[in-house]
């Protein structure tokens, strides 16, 4: 994510990348007028924090935090308090309490991990609302995953073909630039190659193939110029990705990546499988009536989207046959939440500013592997989301040829993709779909069956503040017990 410590967040624009973890700071014992201060702000600076909705007892903020030991305090209606249920040193200012922010890769040295235990009295004190919450059991869990299961067993990917619609494939001879327009004209965000002398669709062009050719072009000593995109072959980019992934075979030549591909008559289970493991937006689902598979013919392209939209269709009028549907989000393992303070993340939940630069928000998105990174303000509230797809709008006019990734806002990127038409990812006017840590995994599900959305991110009410982000890929590896 990017922007740094709170301290610096506030009228910094500095356009490089700085991975730094939302952490939740959380005061539950009342007061008029709240404000936190810390290491993270060079206690020169008081953080103004909000009342939790629904409990005015309950203040809290989310602030940016880099990795390493930090040291806070709160100022509670003109006196400085700690919380005696967190973690707390003595030091030259008085007892501090004490927060250690942790990266997958980082291993802390010199600091007690036993030091950073949170009990379940202090995890309730920190947020009051988890005693309200209804706790399902083991037993409706895996009734509802099982009944899921069977559905999903027993229905083929025919059941996801519409009964009209296009489905575009592109020539591996036909030049990446082409390909590039052909995207952002059809309002796609990815097209099935077919290689015609092979006779058979041999892979898939898709927006991370456009993040990874513009920062090659960006590269100094690229050998890839904007001259030679005009010419420049899909074939040509797969064979120099291939490279650049080190994808070889035994004799030391490079080869391209399979296709994920299935039938029709593959059951659903196994196509958001094949979804999920191979970790893509979706698979062509392509049928052959010869023995040997020639002349194959391309019917759709397979989506989790559409998968659980027969999911709702077929539980529609026995939502009560999946209990797991009436659980409220924030119950259960569901998404990339920001953590609570005392709590350690495995993947820290990325989030852009406004003047980010495009370079930076692409190198973040390919290197968190994640396809969307919301745009926060200084108070980490919404304001819009940045995914891979959106790459297609710098298709508008060229504008890949006369920018700089790294002289390029985010903002600036955004606005750009104002005009596409037809927008992908748009749906009921809105970019950014959002829920509440309180909405039921029932109505999540339901507005990420909708065509083009693929993720909702988690607001605080009223203030819109960031709170986690929930994809596709996230409900299914849930429903499916992965």
Same mark, same amino acid.
């Given at each position: 994510?990017?922007?740094?410590?709170?301290?610096? @967040?506030?009228?910094?624009?500095?356009?490089?990348?700085? /991975?730094?973890?939302?952490?939740?700071?959380?005061?539950?014992?009342?007061?008029?007028?709240?404000?936190?201060?810390?290491?993270?702000?060079?206690?020169?600076?008081?953080?103004?924090?909000?009342?939790?909705?629904?409990?005015?007892?309950?203040?809290?903020?989310?602030?940016?935090?880099?990795?390493?030991?930090?040291?806070?305090?709160?100022?509670?209606?003109?006196?400085?308090?700690?919380?005696?249920?967190?973690?707390?040193?003595?030091?030259?200012?008085?007892?501090?309490?004490?927060?250690?922010?942790?990266?997958?890769?980082?291993?802390? %040295?010199?600091?007690?991990?036993? @030091?950073?235990?949170?009990?379940?009295?202090?995890?309730?004190?920190?947020?009051?609302?988890?005693?309200?919450?209804?706790?399902?059991?083991?037993?409706?869990?895996?009734?509802?995953?099982?009944?899921?299961?069977?559905?999903?067993?027993?229905? %083929?990917?025919?059941?996801?073909?519409?009964?009209?619609?296009?489905?575009?494939?592109?020539?591996?001879?036909?030049?990446?630039?082409?390909?590039?327009?052909?995207?952002?004209?059809?309002?796609?965000?990815?097209?099935? /190659?077919?290689?015609?002398? +092979?006779?058979?669709?041999?892979?898939?062009?898709?927006?991370?193939?456009?993040?990874?050719?513009? +920062?090659?072009?960006?590269?100094?000593?690229? @050998?890839?110029?904007?001259?030679?995109?005009?010419?420049?072959?899909? *074939? *040509?980019?797969?064979?120099?990705?291939?490279?650049?992934?080190?994808?070889?075979?035994? %004799?030391?030549?490079?080869?391209?990546?399979?296709?994920?591909?299935?039938?029709?008559?593959?059951? #659903? +289970?196994d196509v958001a499988m094949k979804i999920l493991q191979n970790k893509v937006a979706a698979v062509p689902v392509i049928y052959s009536s010869l023995q040997d598979e020639s002349y194959p013919q391309l019917l759709h392209l397979a989506s989790l989207s559409g998968i659980l939209k027969c999911i709702c269709r077929y539980f529609r009028h026995s939502s009560s046959s999946?209990?797991? #549907?009436?659980?409220?989000?924030?119950?259960?393992?569901?998404?990339?939440?920001?953590?609570?303070?005392?709590?350690?993340?495995?993947?820290?939940?990325?989030? /852009?500013?406004?003047?980010?630069?495009?370079?930076?928000? #692409?190198?973040?998105?390919?290197?968190?592997?994640?396809?969307?990174?919301?745009?926060?303000?200084?108070?980490?509230?919404?304001?819009?989301?940045?995914?891979?797809?959106?790459? %297609?709008?710098?298709? +508008?006019?060229? *504008?890949?040829?006369?920018?700089?990734?790294?002289?390029?806002?985010?903002?600036?990127?955004?606005?750009?993709?104002?005009?596409?038409?037809?927008?992908?990812?748009?749906?009921?006017?809105?970019?950014?779909?959002?829920?509440?840590?309180?909405?039921?995994?029932?109505?999540?599900?339901?507005?990420?069956? @909708?065509?083009?959305?693929?993720?909702?991110?988690?607001?605080?009410?009223?203030?819109?503040?960031?709170?986690?982000?929930?994809?596709?890929?996230?409900?299914?590896?849930?429903?499916?017990?992965?």
């Amino acid at each position: 994510m990017f922007g740094s410590t709170l301290a610096n @967040n506030r009228g910094n624009s500095a356009a490089s990348a700085q /991975l730094v973890t939302p952490t939740r700071f959380v005061w539950p014992y009342g007061g008029t007028r709240v404000f936190l201060s810390g290491s993270f702000t060079r206690w020169t600076e008081h953080v103004p924090m909000s009342p939790l909705e629904g409990c005015p007892s309950v203040f809290q903020v989310i602030c940016n935090l880099t990795p390493g030991y930090h040291q806070y305090k709160f100022y509670v209606d003109g006196e400085w308090r700690h919380d005696e249920h967190q973690p707390f040193v003595n030091g030259n200012g008085g007892v501090m309490n004490t927060i250690l922010i942790t990266l997958p890769d980082m291993v802390p %040295t010199g600091f007690s991990p036993s @030091n950073m235990d949170v009990d379940d009295f202090s995890q309730q004190m920190a947020d009051p609302s988890q005693d309200s919450i209804p706790r399902m059991s083991a037993v409706d869990l895996e009734m509802s995953r099982h009944r899921i299961s069977v559905l999903l067993s027993t229905c %083929t990917a025919y059941e996801l073909l519409p009964e009209s619609g296009k489905v575009i494939a592109l020539d591996v001879n036909l030049p990446v630039k082409q390909a590039f327009h052909i995207l952002y004209e059809q309002g796609i965000p990815l097209a099935p /190659l077919w290689d015609f002398g +092979k006779g058979q669709f041999v892979g898939v062009l898709g927006p991370l193939d456009f993040i990874l050719i513009l +920062k090659e072009l960006g590269t100094h000593g690229s @050998n890839l110029t904007e001259e030679e995109l005009e010419t420049h072959t899909i *074939a *040509a980019w797969k064979e120099g990705k291939a490279h650049i992934s080190r994808q070889y075979d035994g %004799t030391g030549r490079p080869y391209p990546r399979p296709l994920v591909q299935v039938g029709p008559y593959d059951n #659903l +289970k196994d196509v958001a499988m094949k979804i999920l493991q191979n970790k893509v937006a979706a698979v062509p689902v392509i049928y052959s009536s010869l023995q040997d598979e020639s002349y194959p013919q391309l019917l759709h392209l397979a989506s989790l989207s559409g998968i659980l939209k027969c999911i709702c269709r077929y539980f529609r009028h026995s939502s009560s046959s999946l209990p797991i #549907l009436q659980q409220p989000i924030c119950s259960i393992p569901l998404g990339t939440w920001v953590p609570r303070i005392g709590e350690s993340s495995s993947k820290p939940l990325a989030t /852009l500013r406004p003047h980010a630069s495009l370079g930076s928000a #692409l190198s973040l998105l390919v290197q968190a592997e994640v396809s969307a990174i919301p745009v926060v303000d200084d108070n980490d509230s919404l304001i819009d989301i940045y995914s891979r797809s959106d790459i %297609t709008a710098l298709a +508008k006019d060229k *504008a890949y040829a006369q920018i700089h990734l790294d002289d390029m806002t985010v903002h600036q990127a955004l606005q750009l993709g104002q005009d596409a038409s037809p927008p992908y990812g748009m749906f009921n006017g809105q970019r950014c779909q959002m829920c509440l840590r309180s909405d039921s995994l029932g109505k999540v599900i339901e507005r990420l069956a @909708n065509p083009g959305v693929r993720r909702l991110v988690i607001v605080e009410a009223g203030s819109k503040r960031v709170e986690g982000i929930i994809s596709l890929s996230d409900v299914f590896k849930f429903l499916l017990g992965l």
